[in-house]
Nanobody, 118 residues
Framework: QVHLLESGGSVVQAGGSLRLSCAHS????????LAWFRQAPGKEREFVAS??????DYAESVRGRFTISRDNSENTVNLQMNTLKPEDTAVYYC?????????????WGKGTQVTVSS
């Protein structure tokens, strides 16, 4: 069983920054892809960013503003979010899976709320 626990969600003003962190229980983290997804009220969950080894992928809506990183010594994957916009408001979820993709993740956290006020 893989456990994922997100933290760092908060209320922030538009233009501000926030850093999300996800603690995971993966024993061999390097062979897993780690990703962030988000779900806004009334919308489907959408891909935000992923990382495997040193390869990263970003949704177009966050490219250049968000940065995903992993710390294998701390068993975390982080999402640095800059220049936040009200449309970034969502519950953000951490996910883990065997391949770097935008959809195939069998393991999920419970999410952390990010609210961006205008």
């Amino acid at each position: 069983q893989v456990h994922l626990l997100e933290s760092g969600g908060s209320v922030v003003q538009a233009g501000g920054s926030l850093r999300l962190s996800c603690a995971h229980s993966l024993r061999t983290a390097n062979v897993y892809a780690l990703a962030w997804f988000r779900q806004a009220p009334g919308k489907e969950r959408e891909f935000v960013a992923s990382i495997m080894w040193s390869i990263t992928d970003y949704a177009e809506s966050v490219r250049g503003r968000f940065t995903i990183s992993r710390d294998n010594s701390e068993n975390t994957v982080n999402l640095q979010m800059n220049t936040l916009k009200p449309e970034d408001t969502a519950v953000y979820y951490c996910a883990a899976g065997p391949n770097l993709s935008r959809s195939e993740y069998p393991f999920w956290g419970k999410g952390t709320q990010v609210t961006v006020s205008s």
